[in-house]
């Protein structure tokens, strides 16, 4: 998620105050230990990357009683923490309210330079609480590696790069690394795509002789 900066250091509110304020609030805002933090904008990469798995969830899930949700809608922590995940997976949802998930089943957080150790660290720390949750992906922005961590795994990292798909076990999905990096535009892409276009060239030359 977007860059987080504390709203008030010193104005501490109820969980309640928070869920009614977020409700009629323009800007999003994670709450935490009290302190709401505001949420700021996001980089094109960052947004491409975000409609480029939700598309690929939303597509595997039609039909499915499995819901994908995006980064409007926020994710409620044991601690007491609510979060805003760039995506998320819910298949059961156990909370009655129409503006939070408390049980989902994916978790994805695109990374940049001013969010990795909140997203690493922090909201790591937060999410693998959540009973539900089986799988956490975390996308880098700025260069290629989707990180995947798992239940079934004890929560060890996983990681892809282009070239490489990742299986999503909880909701039986195949992604390819290069469908989540469409239009993105880093050094590690651009570098990909002309390694690609370089072995097209020859196979058509090979073809021509």
Same mark, same amino acid.
């Given at each position: /998620? ?36 505001? /949420? ?7 947004? %491409? ?5 939700? /598309? ?11 819901? @994908? ?8 922590? @044991? ?8 995506? /998320? ?14 049980? @989902? ?10 969010? %990795? ?6 909201? !790591? ?5 959540? @009973? ?9 922005? *700025? ?6 961590? !798992? %239940? ?11 070239? *490489? ?13 290069? *469908?989540?990096?469409? %239009? ?16 097209? *060239? ?8």
């Amino acid at each position: /998620m977007s860059t987080l900066a504390k709203k008030d250091t010193t104005d501490f509110i109820s969980e309640k105050e928070y869920l009614d304020g977020e409700v009629t609030s323009e800007v999003k805002h994670e709450y935490v230990n009290g302190a709401v933090f505001a /949420m700021a904008g996001t980089s094109k990469n960052h947004e %491409r990357i975000s409609v480029n798995i939700l /598309m690929e969830l939303s597509l595997h899930l039609k039909n499915h009683p499995c819901e @994908p949700f995006g980064s409007d809608i926020k994710v409620r922590v @044991p601690t007491g923490s609510y979060r805003y995940p760039d995506c /998320m997976v819910v298949c059961d949802d156990d909370s009655d309210d129409e503006y939070y998930i408390q049980s @989902p089943v994916i978790l994805v957080e695109v990374l940049s330079r001013s969010t %990795r150790q909140v997203d690493e660290k922090d909201k !790591r720390v937060e999410y693998l609480h959540i @009973p539900s949750l089986q799988e956490y992906i975390l996308i880098e922005q *700025d260069f290629v590696d989707v990180e995947v961590v !798992r %239940r079934s795994a004890g929560w060890q990292s996983q990681h892809y790069f282009l070239g *490489d798909e990742l299986y999503l076990e909880s909701i039986d999905l195949t992604i390819s690394v290069e *469908d989540l990096y469409q %239009r993105v535009k880093n050094q590690d892409v651009d570098e990909y795509l002309l390694a690609q276009q370089a072995l097209q *060239d020859e196979k058509e030359e090979e073809v021509k002789e």
